[in-house]
């Protein structure tokens, strides 16, 4: 019996996917188990399997296409099946998507966004760039429902009050890109969609913008010429791109991408003498960011301690571990980490997490460390941090970075945290608060360790001193509670010879 293959739900915060590789073909066979395609997420590039055995009989999304979860994506069956049924079903769905773009495109250009330039995505539909001379699909036909179209008159009316510069910069933007279209690619190898557009899928994109490279010098090896996300990979190993030397000056001013940078989005001018702005897309991986804090800070009650500690002693030791291993390098960070851990088993309220009924009590420290990333950042986890020596965690953590950073890392590997580190010191940064992490109880914002004059003894010395402040969920943890988790902190910072003891 045939099989529809959907979009899976591959990280607890994915809404939608970008089909970034098949790995099958249409008329392979495949297994159950079977790896189909690769999966960008708002995290990581994931692996989807088969949940079917038999022969992948049609694709119904292309490499570079952004689709929601649960949306279908391709039909398994046997080779002489009839599956007319189901690609009726799917091209239904695909229906309703298309209005959903068109919908949305026509936000965008209410809002005094200009299409030309902005990165669609409809709602639950697909998501592609493009740089077109001819309005975007959806802006001129495809009338959206008498409900949707009254909604997005109205928003329009609202918005068309508030800035005529919009229009203006509107307008100017669809010229631009009119002549994109007809001759800004001469002497490129950008391959065009018909109408003369350069389309390219959103991560590919986003890379190209991070890398600065110019996107109408590469050939697009997707779907009708698509640029999708390995033609970006090969234009950074020079297997693509043309050398940045050999563009014109003046043909690279004309040029336009599929996600304008900021100093390339015009900016609109809005009435009255305020100050010019410009509105850039948000990422999927800032969207997610954002939905989870603003489940923090609100709906938790946060309480912050803060204390100083010497670090003399633990500075000392990270060099005598660094000289007797130079290939493993430790870092203050990873002393912070296992200390925390230490004191997380001595102290469980800090340890536990707040279930509305009930308090969960972790029986080990799973240490969430927050890596910073281009677009965001993400927490990946040490487990059983407390098990682990100073040296082990040092490694863990180097790994998990360089994966979050090349988004290779599993749902496992960042997620399930029980308490996080937040470490801005390296920035220079002396003291700060950090939000929790639901359904976290607590976070450590740890800050620079400086140079500080300090009395001991009755005489000024100078010691190395750190700041770190403790961010509680007041329905686990109570201030004295925190005090006490951060007391056993100082101690073992400032005498590291506990961890051996």
């Known amino acids: 019996m045939a099989t529809q293959v959907v979009m899976p739900k591959l990280s607890p ?16 066979k495949v297994s159950v188990g079977e790896g189909l395609a690769e999966i960008d997420t708002d995290k990581a590039t994931m692996e989807a399997q088969a949940l079917a055995t038999g022969v992948l009989r049609k694709i119904l999304v292309p490499e570079g296409e952004t689709v929601p979860l649960g949306a279908i994506i391709a039909i398994i069956g046997e080779p002489d099946e009839d599956i007319s049924g189901l690609l009726t079903e799917a091209s239904s769905g695909s229906a309703q998507a298309e209005r959903n773009e068109s919908v949305k495109s026509a936000e965008s250009k209410a809002y005094g966004m200009p299409a030309e330039l902005a990165e669609v995505v409809p709602e639950g539909g697909r998501t592609q760039a493009t740089v077109e001379g001819q309005p975007l699909k959806g802006e001129a036909g495809g009338a959206p429902s008498d409900a949707q179209g009254g909604a997005t008159g109205q928003r329009a009316g609202q918005t068309a009050q508030q800035s005529q510069g919009a229009q203006q910069t509107q307008t100017q933007g669809a010229q631009q890109a009119q002549a994109a279209g007809a001759g800004g690619g001469a002497g490129g190898n950008g391959q065009r969609a018909q109408g003369g557009r350069l389309i390219v899928s959103p991560i590919a ?47 690279a001013a004309t040029q336009l991408r599929a996600v304008p940078t900021p100093a390339q989005q015009p900016a609109v001018q809005p009435a009255g003498g305020s100050a010019p702005y410009r509105d850039e897309n948000v990422t999927t991986m800032r969207a997610t960011i954002a939905r989870r804090l603003v489940t923090s800070l609100g709906p938790i009650p946060h309480i912050f301690l803060t204390t100083e500690v010497e670090m003399d002693k633990a500075a000392e030791m990270r060099r005598q571990l660094n000289e007797l291993d130079p290939e493993n390098k430790v870092s203050i960070n990873d002393f912070v980490i296992k200390v925390a851990a230490v004191a997380l088993m001595q102290h469980p309220a800090v340890n536990s997490s707040w279930q509305d009924k009930a308090i969960r009590y972790y029986e080990r420290a799973d240490v969430g460390v927050a890596v910073a990333l281009e677009n965001g950042l993400i927490t990946p986890v040490v487990r059983a941090a407390n098990t682990k020596s100073v040296g082990q965690i040092s490694r863990e953590v180097k790994e998990l970075a360089e994966r979050a950073r090349n988004r290779k890392l599993t749902p496992e590997e960042y997620t399930g945290a029980t308490f996080s580190v937040s470490n801005l010191g390296m920035f ?26 300090v009395v001991r003894d009755g005489e000024v010395a ?40």
């Open 428 to 453: 220079g940064i002396s003291e700060f608060t950090a939000l929790i992490n639901p359904p976290e109880a607590c976070i450590l914002a740890v800050g620079a360790m400086t140079p500080t004059p």
């Open 205 to 251: 994109a986003r890379m190209a913008a991070e890398a600065g490279i110019n996107l109408h010098d590469l050939t697009g090896s997707g779907p009708g010429g698509r640029i999708v996300k390995r033609d970006i990979e090969a234009a950074l190993s020079g297997a693509a791109a043309r050398p940045q030397a050999q563009a014109q000056p003046e043909q």
């Open 462 to 501: 100078v010691r190395q001193m750190m700041r770190v402040t403790l961010s509680c969920d007041h329905r686990v943890v109570d201030g004295a509670t925190g005090a006490k988790f951060l007391q056993t902190l100082k101690k073992i910072l400032e005498n590291p010879l506990y961890l051996i003891a």
């Open 13 to 28: 915060t994915m809404e939608e996917g970008q089909l970034s590789r098949w790995l099958k073909k249409e008329g392979d």
